[in-house]
């Protein structure tokens, strides 16, 4: 029997975890101003484009001096977890019509996170309704706050928002770095990386990056548990799973 | 003119991409392989993009403010400060060591 929505676990889960991250796109629109784009191209990326991950990705080949064709490349292939994403979702709650471009639209990983964390199929479609729906409205308001307020600063490195651009990204990776495969994967993209940045024009070496992971994930598909690094970013129900310790994250294998 | 052309193509491709997950069988997808390439891309990218923010300067191999940022970053995602808090801990080194003099 589906409590009422006010009682509803997958509502409050939804909820806070749309405060949480609705809230951090302050940073994306400070650093996105300081990278170069103005408010409106940054304000339409969280309307238009509205996954973390490619966002950033997007501004920060850009910051770095890539070519636009570079960063929208960038932010398409880590856009691509959201098709196996969407597929999971809609196995879960069959979107039809509109409502499929609805869900489309705010398939990210918090929204999985929160309803692949429910049992109950009412609550597993409100968790992710909530969460979906929650963060688009705050990330894009908070994104316009923070725009507003990256255009006000000034010198952008004066205030070392090149070095919030490194802790977001870092902040990004880490929570998928749960398995020794995973951490090798990150390790060997790193490196190539370097290697190819006094090599190519700026912005390539991320796409040689990804080239060498997509490498990895094709030749190596036999070791390692299936869909690493598909784990969404958050984790609304810490301590939740058995296989988890108390802060949620799983231990190092 | 460039730049919005390219950001409305990330837009119109992201969006795809999700509603593509809507409309494939779901067999397609759950291909093991597939479904282990959408990791691998994901981590490789993000370290990528963490790394090449880091240390590249244009095409020049840097080692500047930026470094203690990541350092910072480390120890706050160790501490398991929020995102938030992660991003301004980056923030506050790289500012903190230009005020030092460093470059």
């Known amino acids: ?253 | 003119m460039t730049l919005w052309f390219w950001i409305i193509v990330a837009c119109v491709v992201a969006f795809l991409t999700k509603l593509l997950g809507y409309l494939v069988p779901r067999k397609w997808l759950t291909n093991a392989r597939v479904a282990r390439v959408a990791g691998t891309l994901t981590i490789g990218l993000l370290a990528a993009l963490t790394v090449a923010n880091t240390v590249s300067t244009g095409q020049h191999l840097v080692l500047d403010s930026r470094l203690g940022a990541l350092v910072a970053a480390a120890i706050a995602l160790w501490l398991r400060a929020p995102f938030l808090l992660v991003v301004v801990a980056g923030a506050a080194a790289a500012a903190g060591l230009r005020l030092l003099g460093l470059p």
């Open chain 1, 1 to 253: 029997m589906p409590t009422t929505l006010r009682e509803s676990p997958g509502a409050r889960v939804g909820l806070s975890i749309a405060v949480a991250t609705g809230l951090y796109g302050i940073s994306f629109g400070a650093l996105s101003v300081a990278s170069g784009l103005d408010v409106w191209q940054t304000a339409v990326l969280s309307l238009l484009l509205f996954s973390g991950g490619s966002q950033f990705a997007f501004i920060g080949v850009i910051g770095g001096g890539g070519s636009p064709v570079a960063a929208a490349s960038a932010a398409a292939l880590l856009g691509i977890r959201n098709a196996v994403y969407g597929m999971q979702l809609n196995a879960l709650l069959h979107p039809r019509g509109w409502l499929r471009l609805a869900s489309a639209q705010v398939t990210i990983d918090e929204s999985l996170a929160t309803s692949t964390g429910q049992s109950d199929p009412v609550e597993q479609k409100r968790g992710f309704w909530v969460a979906g729906l929650g963060i688009f409205v705050l990330w894009n308001v908070f994104t316009l706050v923070g725009a507003l307020a990256g255009d006000a600063l000034g010198d952008p490195k004066q205030w070392g928002l090149d070095g919030a651009a490194v802790a977001a990204f870092l902040g990004l990776l880490w929570p998928r770095l749960r398995s020794r495969e995973a951490g090798a994967t990150a390790a060997v993209c790193a490196l190539a990386t370097v290697l190819a940045v006094p090599a190519v024009p700026p912005g390539v070496p991320i796409l040689v990056a990804a080239a060498v992971a997509g490498a990895i994930g094709w030749f190596g598909y036999r070791q390692g548990p299936e869909g690493e690094g598909l784990e969404p970013d958050v984790d609304p129900y810490p301590g939740a799973d058995s296989s988890t310790d108390s802060s949620g994250r799983r231990p190092r294998s």
